[in-house]
């Protein structure tokens, strides 16, 4: 099953121009037990050429049937999953029935049974090429139908899909049938699901998770609901086109999910660990909750009513939802941080936009298993930057008056990005081909640096943006952007001025600036409007630790921190002063948003990888104080204390090991703060890893915690000991196991790697390059790319690691999946390498 053909682009073609899919009518039986269901589907087509040959796809466990147009078929023709279909009439009805298994991978139709109540919940995940494990279809973007579904299921469950549902007789559902969708974007979510509704503007919502997590869901119902409304009512404003399926919206929220969400229309699923909490987090989570909701939203209208015609503009769903799930969150809802937020998201394009698996934007894409493979930064992070550089470029009213246009001309049916380029000029004026071309098709970030000139009077005489391009890909772009001039005022750094400039070619003067008094802080790309690296002139460098704890403005801020966390990932600003700067001016940052993900950036890469084994401890003490910083200076209970509470945990050496099983005792905890389940977990974990914990401990702490959660948790602990019958266990599980889910064998795989373990774990470096890609070879695609990004030596940061990955990836016949994860890693790797180089030269 795993090797299953993926679809050509020719071959989609060619089927498209051939088929036209009038309806699909599924049938599912969830009664079959707890391997197998029934999937009973009729899909009416019509072929533009009597007598043609087509063949639909489907990944059965038994097939039973399959007659075209009352003609029964050989089951046995089934070949690599795909049914030839010959001797099509003008009108034609397919009628297939099999038996399907569940999947415990979190693609096609998932199982799970939750260990705390042992009732078992199930839903379906068709991205992209997954529809075909649950019913037979023609599996392709632009063959989009309407969906009838019929569900069978235990008596006491409940079923949720695209469209609002019926139970019509004990354990039997039916459902409205759906506009014309793609069919990656049917679900179904099944079960003993606990729900919620409301109503509002005529809409029925509902939000579903497992019984389970009941409590958890219900506690922060309002809030979810809250947001859901806020930005349903901006996007009503901003599109200008009513939702256009249905009167339900439903959130379900379900185990073992891979991604964050999927936007099915009418039926979002997010992945319940990530977005329902059991234990107390910052409003960096809450944030990033409610910028999921808005995403999966804007999805409905841009992706969902208008389609990507192949998977090669996949890049315009997610850049869009990128976007306005950022400024859906900023605009509508409580959080404060979201244009902040946006800044530190565009790190991940930037980030991904310099290693050498780059890509375009808009890349042709012949084969559709390679759609997942550019699922990264670049489709999201810089596709959703460019979009805000557009529309400050082209202006709301212009922007969203393009985007109607669009959906009036292509609703229900697919386009592509030539075609909403076509609707935003007809709209604006321009010729966006020109723009396309250089911002979508070409490759590397540019970098804007401001060179001034001052005279002896403090007075800036000249002005210029140098912008330049890596070697290797060096498109200069035309930029919109905004320059600030900051000065000190008192104890603040405030905005004086700010002016429009348009960036082009490499050097563009700002004359309105001449003749201006110097300021302490002059800032391009003020407010964020470009897509570019940015760097500051020397006497604003020198301002840095003057302008971040006094900067007034937000967004401000985190361009500073974005520069400063740049520059040390380039080699120009060392990690010890990295590190320093945070302790310095991080407490005064009062974004939760922003001093969580510094705190995260600076604890996973620069100390973990861009600081020596020698330098790590220093690092690890400074990380530690700086929690107890954060710690001192909050209100008990808040997230800044619960974040400087982590840090500490984080950072514990083994002469900490006493104060952490203290706090797991409830003793010497700081006032405010429980020490929840979540932070005991994180505790046990630090404690395993320093060999001050071990079996008895972690089998305690699940005895308290025998969630789904806890079994995640126990598996990193056992993993993350510095025992080598642990290791070679938590090895054999990751390779070897194939009963366990995708989650659970990441829980493991998380838990191996651990720096303060190098000699224990040296002998696994040469073994994850010899051993690792035949193992990883037949799993799924998305645990492919989870196991390697976990279990590639990250840590092991010097040049024959490099040697050994190069010599790996020169092989032949690896799967794509691990061969671009592994090589993004070895990006990563040799960066670190080089950021120590610097580092030692300058030392």
């Known amino acids: 099953m795993v090797g299953m053909p993926s679809l050509r682009r020719d071959e989609a073609r060619a089927r498209a121009e051939l088929l036209t899919v009038e309806s699909y009518d599924i049938d599912l039986d969830l009664t079959r037990g707890e391997e197998v269901f029934g999937s009973v589907v009729k899909i009416r087509f019509f072929s533009s050429e009597e007598g043609a040959a087509t063949f639909v796809e489907l990944v059965p466990e038994t097939l039973h049937r399959i007659a075209l147009n009352g003609v029964d078929l050989p089951v046995g023709d089934l070949v690599d999953n795909r049914f030839p279909l010959s001797g099509l009439a003008a009108s034609n009805e397919l009628v297939v029935e099999a038996d399907m298994r569940y999947s415990h991978s979190g693609e096609g139709l998932h199982r799970f049974t939750d260990p705390e109540d042992k009732l078992a919940y199930t839903y379906m995940m068709g991205f992209h090429d997954m529809a075909s494990r649950v019913y037979a279809c023609f599996e392709q973007p632009d063959l989009k139908a309407p969906v009838r579904l019929s569900v069978t299921a235990p008596e006491d469950w409940t079923v949720v899909a695209n469209e609002s549902g019926t139970r019509v007789s004990p354990g039997r559902w039916e459902f409205t049938e759906t506009k014309p969708l793609a069919t990656y974007f049917t679900t179904l979510v099944a079960g003993p699901y606990h729900s919620v509704y409301r109503e509002h503007d005529g809409m029925t919502f509902g939000l579903h998770c497992r019984r389970s997590m009941a409590a958890y869901m219900d506690a922060d119902a309002d809030e979810m609901f809250e947001v859901s409304f806020g930005c349903f009512d901006k996007f009503h404003e901003l599109y200008g086109v009513r939702f256009p399926f249905g009167t339900s919206y439903d959130q379900a929220f379900v185990p073992e999910f891979n991604a964050g969400a999927m936007e099915n229309p009418g039926c979002v699923t997010f992945r319940d660990e990530a977005f329902i909490y059991r234990s107390a987090v910052t409003d960096t989570r809450r944030e990033g909750r409610a910028t999921t909701i808005a995403h999966e939203m804007a999805h409905m209208w841009f992706g969902d009513l208008v389609t990507l015609r192949w998977w090669d503009d996949l890049w315009l769903n997610e850049s869009f939802a990128n976007y306005m799930g950022f400024r859906g969150a900023a605009e ?206 020397a006497d604003s460098l020198g301002a840095l630790r003057t302008a971040l704890p006094r900067l007034q403005d937000p967004v401000g801020r985190a361009l500073l921190w974005s520069i400063a966390w740049d520059s040390c990932r380039d080699g120009e600003l060392p990690a010890g002063e990295f590190l320093g700067l945070l302790r310095e001016c991080l407490p005064a940052e009062p974004l939760q948003s922003v001093v969580d993900m510094l705190m995260m950036m600076a604890r996973g890469t620069v100390i973990d990888q861009y600081l020596t084994p020698e330098e790590r401890p220093e690092g690890l003490r400074g990380y530690a104080e700086l929690g107890r910083a954060l710690v001192a200076g909050a209100e008990p209970g808040s997230g800044r204390q619960l974040t400087g509470f982590r840090a500490q945990v984080s950072a514990a050496s083994a002469e900490d090991a006493g104060t952490l099983k203290g706090w797991l005792n409830g003793e010497g905890a700081p006032e405010g703060l429980t020490v929840d389940t979540e932070l005991r977990w994180s505790i046990l974990a630090r404690l395993c890893t320093l060999g001050a914990a071990g079996e008895a401990d972690i089998a305690a702490e699940l005895e308290r915690d025998p969630s789904s959660e806890g079994l995640k948790h126990a598996a990193t602990c056992r993993a993350a000991r510095p025992d080598a019958a642990a290791k070679e266990e938590a090895w054999n599980i990751v390779l070897h196991d194939r009963e366990l889910s995708n989650h659970v064998l990441r829980a493991v795989a998380e838990g191996f790697w651990r720096n303060e373990q190098a000699e224990l774990l040296a002998p696994y470096v040469d073994r994850f390059f010899a051993e690792f890609p035949a193992a990883v070879d037949a799993r799924m695609p998305w645990e492919k790319m989870h196991l390697t990004a976990a279990m590639f030596p990250s840590q092991v940061v010097d040049a024959r690691t490099a040697e050994l990955a190069d010599a790996m990836l020169s092989a032949e016949g690896l799967a794509q999946e691990f061969r671009r994860t592994a090589a993004d890693r070895l990006d990563d790797l040799r960066r670190a390498v080089r950021v120590r180089e610097v580092a030692d030269t300058v030392k």
Request: with cysteine; glycine share 10%; proline share 3%.
């Open 332 to 537: 509508a809802t409580r959080f404060e941080g979201g244009w902040s937020n946006v800044v530190f998201n565009k790190m991940g394009g930037l980030a991904a936009d310099q290693r050498p698996s780059t890509h375009p934007v808009s890349v042709e894409l012949e084969v559709s298993s390679d759609a997942l493979a550019n699922f990264d930064g670049i489709a999201y992070a810089k596709g959703g930057a460019i979009l805000k550089q557009l529309a400050a470029w082209l202006g709301d009213e212009v922007f969203f008056g393009g985007l109607r246009e669009y959906f009036s001309r292509y609703g229900m049916g697919n386009a592509s990005l030539a075609d909403l380029l076509d609707c935003l000029s007809k709209v604006s004026g321009h010729d966006l081909a020109e723009w396309g071309q250089k911002w979508l098709r070409t490759t590397g970030p540019n970098t804007l640096r401001a060179e001034v000139e001052v005279d002896g009077e403090g007075n800036y005489t000249s002005v210029r943006v140098r912008q330049s391009a890596p070697a290797d890909h060096p498109t200069l772009r035309s930029h919109h952007i905004k320059i600030g001039l900051y000065d000190l005022d008192g104890d603040v750094v405030v905005r004086r001025e700010q002016v429009t400039v348009s960036v082009a070619g490499e050097l563009t003067d700002v004359p309105e600036l001449a003749g201006r008094p110097k300021a302490t802080l002059l800032l391009v790309n003020d407010d964020d409007l470009t897509y570019a690296k940015v760097r500051l002139d």
